[in-house]
Nanobody, 130 residues
């Protein structure tokens, strides 16, 4: 069974922090770029971060740049998203996803559009509210 599972979401006050985890089973993430996406009610699912299989030079969408940090522990087959200084606009379901085989063939590619991703987790809710 091939799957990605997110965890770590919850309710936090503005300015608080959460760390999300994305763990793969049935396949290795060691050489696969992983994206983080989020979807707020009534809005499109949007990319927030992408991290290469190597862990080098993760990229971030402008609204989260400087506040979120992606990292990975390939030995644990897990990718993380550290979210600091959370804002109410960060409220969303957060998803991790693995790039598809075409992107895997280009190890320097780290896309932020969901069309390039082939396997998704179920999502974890993040709510930022006072």
């Amino acid at each position: 069974q091939l799957q990605l599972v997110e965890s770590g979401g919850g309710l936090v006050q503005p300015g608080g922090s959460l760390r999300l985890s994305c763990t793969a089973s049935g396949f290795s993430l060691a050489n696969i770029a992983i994206g983080w996406f989020r979807q707020a009610p009534g809005k499109e699912r949007e990319g927030v971060s992408c991290i290469l299989g190597s862990g080098d030079n993760p990229i971030y969408a402008e609204p989260v740049e400087g506040r979120f940090t992606a990292s990975r522990d390939n030995n644990r087959n897990t990718v993380y998203l550290q979210m600091n200084n959370l804002e109410p606009d960060d409220t969303a379901v957060y998803y991790c996803a693995a790039v598809n085989s075409r992107v895997q063939a280009v190890p320097i590619m780290c896309p932020m559009s969901r069309e390039w991703y082939g396997r998704w987790g179920q999502g974890t809710q993040v709510t930022v509210s006072s």
